[in-house]
């Protein structure tokens, strides 16, 4: 069974930083794209970053310059690392893995990031 386990949410003050990593279990996902996303109370789950397979990297304009994704495929993982936080940014985030038909079809549980002012 396939699972994708995050971690590295908390609360933290405007300005600062946090790394979430993302650890998959199940098989191997080196050949997935993988995804970050988050979702604020009341609001709709948004993309926030993507990685392919191959390491390419997009960013939703919102975390451009300030969020960088990255992948370890030995440790079958996903990293966020976030800087320059703002309150704005305080939501749950999730990772998720994309089938070869660009569907994101494994997610993890959700972890909270809060970012005080």
């Known amino acids: 069974q396939a699972q994708l386990v995050e971690s590295g949410g908390g609360l933290v003050q405007a300005g600062g930083s946090l790394r979430l990593s993302c650890v998959a279990s199940g098989r191997t996902f080196s050949s997935y794209g993988m995804g970050w996303f988050r979702q604020a109370p009341g609001k709709e789950r948004k993309i926030v970053a993507a990685i392919g397979s191959g390491g390419s990297t997009n960013y939703a304009d919102s975390v451009k310059g300030r969020f960088t994704i990255s992948r370890d495929n030995a440790k079958n993982s996903v990293y966020l690392q976030m800087d320059s936080l703002k309150p704005e940014d305080t939501a749950v985030y999730y990772c998720?893995?994309?089938?070869?038909?660009?569907?994101?079809?494994?997610w993890g549980q959700g972890t909270q990031v809060t970012v005080s002012s």
């Open positions: 998720a893995a994309r089938n070869a038909r660009a569907e994101y079809v494994y």
